[in-house]
């Protein structure tokens, strides 16, 4: 027999390349959010199968394969909308006065810019460098390869020990910029007996996030934008590639937040454009 729909029960799932966000909304609209490694996707669709929700919303890279992986009526969302429509409520539900239309980042594995307004959501811009470049130096330069540990190390980490810094090349009162800002990422790395792992490690955030942070601050000001709203997988945990994303803009006369939960604004987004039919 088969079972009916359980129609207090949505779902969003948002297929990135590294990690899959869920968005399990609950009878009495309470949202609750779960994040899994890609390699756990048979184990969330078995999930998405069993709850026999009446309403399931797919969006990211792998929607369409997942679809076909789950055998049961979904709705595909495009992935930019669905991201622009989360990143807009989850700021609400914080009491965020960011005004739109404002710049929305999305830093996963790779990094999309996103002018995000009332009616419309639309990329201005990206780079290729996010959590993925991160993995993927850690991994040739450390021989790690998981992001949780890359983060716990960088945390107590000093750039200055592998990143070349104004400090190093003026002397002082001589530098046209505070001492303490980057001249060449990197540049010392292999050089300084001092160095350990965890320089390492938070140099590596360091050219992350000042790059994203520099780029995201550059097309806020070619889209008249005055605020800038950091979101992804990235982000989670992760209070030093935060604190950089934001002061950079900040430091260019822009408003810049990093949005709570933001990793799930996709899954959140897609699940409230197929109730309200917009899929």
């Not at 929305?104 to 959590?131: C, F, N, P, Q």
């Not at 130096?137 to 980490?157: E, P």
């Amino acid at each position: 027999m088969t079972q009916e729909p359980n129609s207090r029960l949505a779902i969003g799932v948002d297929l990135g390349a590294s990690r899959i966000k869920v968005t399990w909304r609950s009878p009495g609209n309470d949202d609750l959010y779960f994040a899994h490694p890609n390699q756990d996707r048979a184990e969330v669709a078995d999930r998405v199968r069993q709850s026999n929700a009446a309403c399931v919303a797919l969006t990211g890279a792998g929607a369409r394969a997942f679809a076909r992986e789950l055998a049961a009526p979904t709705r595909v969302v495009a992935e930019f909308e669905a991201f622009g429509r989360g990143a807009g409520l989850l700021l609400q539900r914080s009491g965020s006065d960011l005004a739109r239309p404002f710049l929305g980042v999305s830093l996963g594995t790779g990094t999309s810019m996103l002018r995000i307004a009332d009616d419309e959501t639309r990329r201005v811009g990206g780079t290729a460098l996010g959590g993925g470049t991160l993995v993927g130096l850690a991994r040739g330069l450390l021989g790690c390869g998981d992001f949780d540990k890359l983060r716990r190390c960088a945390s107590s980490g000093d750039r200055t020990k592998v990143d070349l810094v104004l400090a190093d090349i003026y002397e002082a009162g001589d530098s046209p910029l505070p001492g303490d800002l980057t001249a060449a990422a990197l540049e010392k790395l292999g050089r300084n007996e001092n160095e350990e792992a965890n320089d390492v490690a938070a140099a590596l955030f360091g050219l992350v996030g000042e790059n994203v942070g520099l780029l995201a601050a550059a097309l806020a000001r070619a889209e008249n934008l005055s605020s800038v709203a950091y979101a992804g997988s990235a982000l989670r945990d992760n209070p030093l590639l935060c604190d950089l994303l934001r002061v950079i803009p900040t430091l260019q006369g822009l408003h810049a937040v990093v949005i709570e939960n933001g990793e799930f604004a996709a899954s959140l987004g897609a699940l409230e454009m197929a109730l309200a039919g917009e899929a």
